[in-house]
């Protein structure tokens, strides 16, 4: 069985919504009532002490739970593979295996049932039918819990999500002295409504809870200290976006990991939302991105062009992906792919190859972009006889793993029919483009194409494409609509 991992579950909280389930429970209440009244710190520690033993119980009540499930699935797995191999042995013409009776395939069936069943009940799948013990002494959890917190200082920097209290305490210092105003009387009228306004994630969340607090506030607001606190309330929600995003002590360690210093240089002073981000969460890509960005012409102290490099690249890539993953599932025509999606949508060549339920072989080039038109498909028109022969080549070579990995595999006869008559299109084409006619080429290799049943499409599962040229359609391309038009979201903060 898989050992004992940690997940640490807990990370993943909101502390806002730790301090608004407390706020709103008269127990947890009384609990940070009683910690800040024996505390030098007062209200701040006890709110963050409170933050903390959550986020730690949650850790630990996740770590049972997935534990056990991964333990279960293991036993799942076990059984589905005993039962299977006396179903495939029976079959294939024989009778069960030795030493298994008929019962016992039943009990197996039975503890499979059992297994997939508890599975999905949530406490079940923790303890059973036992009592819920996170550690056998609960004045050593207790006192684990609280060195923690001291080693710690007395914050919760184990989440994700630590709020960004010197952060917000700074934008408010530094708005003018009526915004100031305006807030701490919102502060005092309605603190909850304020506080859900400040930390909405969205923009939709914000103008939501905007709205809500206004209204909450009637008439005790003039217009202009409504227009006041508007702006107010977005200024603290900026600032909180962005201190939770992003602070001194995480930006510090991904610049360390940065070996080129330029690069070093134009990520401290970059964007919080792209450059940054990328920064901490994937100084791989973003090295390799900074390589290509200086390859092709970007200065090193070029940083708003950086940035809108990554933004270009990140946008455009994300629009790929999503396209060819889109058309994979919107086609339902294609009863078999052969060559599937993928995230390497930079990589040359087809995007998908298919087989539907006539026997067409369907070769398809995904332009999930913003043009309403396409005038070129390389892959499918200058490069079709090399992507052609690539793709039947990969197909064969896969075939042949399978092969060496299991000598009794054999091949499905349609697979074998679809390559075969690929590999003949690509030596017809090719003969084609060296003999005849320029002006009777195209008619030539659709007919060379419809002759072997293989079709070339252009999708637009994530993207404006309606249409193709004249010149293509003479080709035989025509265009399936896969999807509805996608508008990526812009990427930045609030």
């Keep these: 069985m898989t050992g004992p991992r940690r997940f640490r579950a807990g ?76 179903l495939d042995h029976v079959l294939e013409g024989g009778t069960l295996p030795e030493g298994v009776r008929l019962e016992t395939l039943g009990e197996r069936f039975d503890q499979l049932n059992t297994e997939m069943r508890e599975l999905s009940r949530p ?66 009228l309605e603190p909850q409504a304020l506080w859900r306004a400040v930390a909405a994630e969205t923009e939709s969340g914000s103008r939501a809870a905007v709205t809500d607090l206004e209204t909450r506030l009637g008439g005790r607001f003039t217009p202009d200290d409504v227009a006041r606190l508007r702006t107010a309330v977005g200024e603290l929600g900026k600032a909180r976006s962005k201190g939770l995003h992003m602070n001194d002590a995480r930006l510090t360690e991904a610049l360390a990991r940065i070996a080129d210093p330029e690069l070093r240089a134009v990520v401290a002073s970059g964007d919080i939302w792209l450059t940054q981000q990328l920064a901490v969460h994937n100084p791989e890509a973003l090295a390799t991105l900074w390589r290509r960005f200086r390859d092709r012409g970007g200065r090193a102290d070029d940083g708003p062009g950086f940035r809108a490099y990554l933004r270009h690249d990140m946008v455009t890539y994300g629009r790929g992906v999503l396209g060819e993953y889109g058309a994979a599932f919107s086609l339902s025509s ?93 030596a017809e084409i090719d003969r084609i483009n060296r003999r005849g006619s320029a002006s009777t080429r195209p008619a030539r290799i659709s007919r060379a194409l419809e002759d072997r049943r293989l079709r070339l499409r252009v999708t637009s599962a994530a993207g404006e494409v309606r249409e193709i040229t004249q010149a293509l359609r003479d080709l035989g391309l025509a265009v399936e609509a896969t999807g509805t038009p996608v508008s990526l979201p812009p990427i930045g903060g609030r």
Excluded: C
Excluded at 43 to 52: A, C, G, P
Excluded at 145 to 171: I, N, Y
């Design 334 to 426: 294609i009863e078999l792919f052969l060559k599937g999606p993928d995230a390497n949508v930079k990589v040359a060549g087809t995007d998908l190859v298919g087989i539907g339920h006539d026997g067409w072989v369907w070769l398809i080039d995904d332009k999930s972009h913003r043009a309403r038109s396409v005038s070129g498909v390389s892959a499918l028109t200058d490069n079709l006889v090399t992507n052609l022969r690539r793709d039947a080549s990969d197909f064969r070579d896969a075939i042949a793993r399978l092969q060496r990995d299991d000598p009794g595999f054999t091949p499905d006869p349609r697979i074998l029919d679809a390559i075969s008559r690929m590999e003949d299109a690509a």
């Design 123 to 188: 406490r079940e799948g923790i303890v059973g039918d036992a009592p819920l013990r996170l550690a056998d002494d609960a004045a050593q959890y207790a006192d684990s819990l609280l060195r923690e917190f001291e080693v710690a200082g007395g914050t919760s920097a184990a989440g994700w999500h630590v709020e960004p209290a010197a952060v917000v305490q700074d934008a408010f210092r530094a708005m003018p002295a009526d915004q100031q105003a305006a807030l701490r009387r919102a502060a005092e």
């Design 11 to 86: 990370r993943f909280l909101d502390a806002a919504a730790v301090h608004a389930a407390a706020d709103a429970n008269p127990r947890l209440q009384r609990f940070m009532r009683t910690i800040a009244a024996h505390s030098e710190a007062g209200d701040v520690r006890s709110r963050r002490l409170l933050e903390h033993l959550i986020r730690r119980v949650v850790d630990d009540v996740g770590d049972l739970h997935l534990n056990n499930a991964l333990n279960r699935l293991e036993r799942i797995a076990v059984l589905r593979d005993n039962i299977a191999a006396i």
